[in-house]
């Protein structure tokens, strides 16, 4: 079964410096998304994708991060100046259906992100 | 806005036993309610959605809407049932809003 693959598993910065997370989609999905999950709290909606631009994107989601597909294959996540509360676990998922009904989102196995 | 509640962040139960977490959601609409499951170091993965009505590995869940509940229920569990669970809900399309999840511990 087709995966979500997400690299790099595990990735440590220093505070104030830029970092990207990649994606690597479904082949066939449509829609793009990023969450987060903070040790111990929910998983938080972070921005949504679809037709190279954002379609929604959450009050977390602020003038630092950004994202983009730069290829016909891979979705990114850039955090420019990392801040030490941006530890967190992130995960990208995709779907060919935004409403789930004959494709539910799927999630690749995260990036565990700490900011130190 | 769509709130998920989870109230208990564990549940331990013993191998046989029925288990049921309990989700409910707050929205004036019709949302579509979903359980996600992420097993130890695996990722998220969709275990049922309830416009399925469908049962998932021995798992079922109904939609009260009186209530706003969507809780999670097996009538015997396994310890390989122990993981993360996650009820989530959707608008449209609109994006998926997860619980604080509960963790599923079943002893032998």
């Known amino acids: 079964e087709p995966e979500v693959t997400q690299t790099p598993s595990h990735q440590v910065t220093q505070m104030g410096q830029e970092v990207i997370l990649r994606c690597v989609p479904i082949s066939n999905h449509l829609y793009f998304y990023w969450y987060r999950q903070i040790l111990g709290q929910k998983v938080e909606f972070l921005v949504s994708f679809y037709n190279n631009e954002i379609s929604e994107k959450s009050e977390i989601f602020d003038d630092q991060f950004s994202v983009e597909r730069p290829d016909g294959s891979n979705f990114t996540l850039k955090i420019r100046s990392t801040k030490l509360e941006d530890s967190a676990m992130y995960f990208c998922?995709?779907?060919?259906?935004?409403?789930?009904?004959?494709?539910?989102?799927?999630f690749g196995n995260g990036t565990r992100l700490t900011v130190t | 806005a769509q709130r998920v509640t989870q109230p208990e962040k564990l549940l331990s139960v013993f191998k046989g036993a029925p288990v049921e977490l309990k989700c409910n959601y707050s929205?004036?609409?019709?949302?579509?309610l979903f359980w996600y499951v992420q097993y130890s170091r695996q990722r998220l993965q969709l275990l049922l959605r309830?416009?399925s009505r469908e049962s998932i590995k021995g798992f079922t869940a109904d939609l009260n809407k009186g209530e706003t509940s969507f809780h999670l229920k097996k009538p015997f569990a396994q310890e390989e049932d122990s993981a993360m669970y996650y009820c989530a809900s959707q608008v449209g399309f609109q994006k998926l809003v997860f619980g604080t999840g509960t963790r599923l511990l079943v002893s032998p």
């Open positions: 309830h416009i």
């Open positions: 929205y004036s609409g019709s949302p579509e």
């Open positions: 998922a995709s779907t060919a259906d935004r409403a789930q009904d004959n494709s539910p989102l799927h």
